[in-house]
């Protein structure tokens, strides 16, 4: 590069830093704020089933309801994101989750919650695929792995923040106000979107960014891609599937789990779960680090290591966890570490980088889409093997080990892709 070309790059960034900013806050702000409207559900399941007579199965049936219209919006968030563009797509996606959460809230039928909580599924199927459109236009190859694991911390801080707020509100005034004050929450968040973000580099009057290590394999808006990338993207999403069923299983039903197997109140198993996000938070970072820094942007090798040391953390759970809540929830801590980092190396910096910078909303929103289907299965399976095995949890981590077992293969085989040039992760 010559001198010329390095004082141009250098007058780029510092024009585009104060934007940076902007829209890493506003992105950030925005995916912390689905959860508000995502974990009252989770951490109240008991509330609800206590207060309407719900079983098991019906409170899986509605935790499906939602993961199901969740999934579909993640592909309608791929078609529909390159019209409407990521900020009119996050707000939208928000506004809706807003009320949808509020009236859910307020309701007293099984069908009527069906109605609500698959309407929130989704819109929040818009976010991660809106969040990562946006900042695919912003940051540079080289730089997302260190960007995506510091901003990606939010669905760590999101899901921390929302489990506080819906269990403090659970134990103080009732399951309604658990879904009330989240939505209150997201509001507020709503109105930062608004201001903050900004659309795209042009609509701020800057070039849009030169980018050479940007080796995409297509032609750039997210319909023309070769072979190889739709075989990547779709690996990709195979191995998001048992990521998010493992994800999910766990924060679906842990402060369930507590509170009926370890006899936990439930504001108590709901403060406790969170030792899942919180160590996630870690997991997250170091991922994000470790592949700019040591793995030079190749992160299909990181992701199978963790995901290899993962399934040990869950074989311990299975062999131990249920006979201790230490050993618990030390295993789910563990656990969260190791998932946190592959999860957001594919489904973000990993999407990008496979979909290109243009191409980048539609290959998260495909990624996503696929991975969530693994969470609608889990909903059922969990609730199902629970209800079947007489509240058993060795029937349920037994499943999560092989889950995670599968995971780790498919990886392998997204490494063996990238190693023999057939996959840019």
Partial sequence: MSPHDIQNDRDQSSRYRPWRIKILGATWLAYVGYYFCRKPFYVAKVGIADALSLS???????????????????????????????????????????ASTFFFGMSNSFWTLVLWIALNGLAQGTGWPGCIGSLAYWFRRTERGSVLGLWSTCYQI?????????????????????????SMALLAIWFAILVLHPNRPEDAGLQPLADEDDTSMNDGDGRGWDRGVVVTIALMGLI?????????????????????????SQ???????????ICGFAGVIAAGFLSDRIFRGRRSFLSFMMICVMTVSFFAMYYLGSKSLVVFAVSIGFAGFMLFGPDSLLSGAGAIDVGSRKG????AGI????????????????????????????????????????????????????????ADV
């Fill in 56 to 98: 098991p199965a019906e409170i899986a049936h509605l935790g499906t309801a939602y993961l199901v219209a969740y999934m579909a919006g993640q592909f309608a968030s791929a078609y529909l994101g390159r019209r409407l563009g990521p900020k009119l797509l996050l707000l939208a996606g928000t506004g809706i989750s807003i």
């Fill in 158 to 182: 999101g899901p921390i923040l929302a489990t506080l707020l819906a269990s403090y509100l659970l134990g103080a005034m009732g399951w309604r106000y658990s879904f009330f004050g989240g």
């Fill in 240 to 264: 998001y599937f048992c990521i998010k069923f493992l994800r999910y299983a766990l924060w679906s039903w842990l402060p369930w789990f507590l509170n009926k197997n370890f006899f936990i």
């Fill in 267 to 277: 504001a108590n198993a709901g403060y406790l779960s969170t030792v899942f996000d």
């Fill in 360 to 363: 980048a909303l539609a290959a």
């Fill in 367 to 422: 990624i996503n889409g696929m991975g969530s289907i693994g969470p609608i299965f889990q909903e059922q399976l969990v609730g199902w093997m629970y209800q079947r095995y007489d509240q058993s949890l060795f029937p349920v981590l037994f499943m999560l080990v092989c889950v995670a077992s599968a995971g780790a293969v498919l990886t392998c085989l997204l490494w063996l892709r990238s190693k023999r040039g057939r």
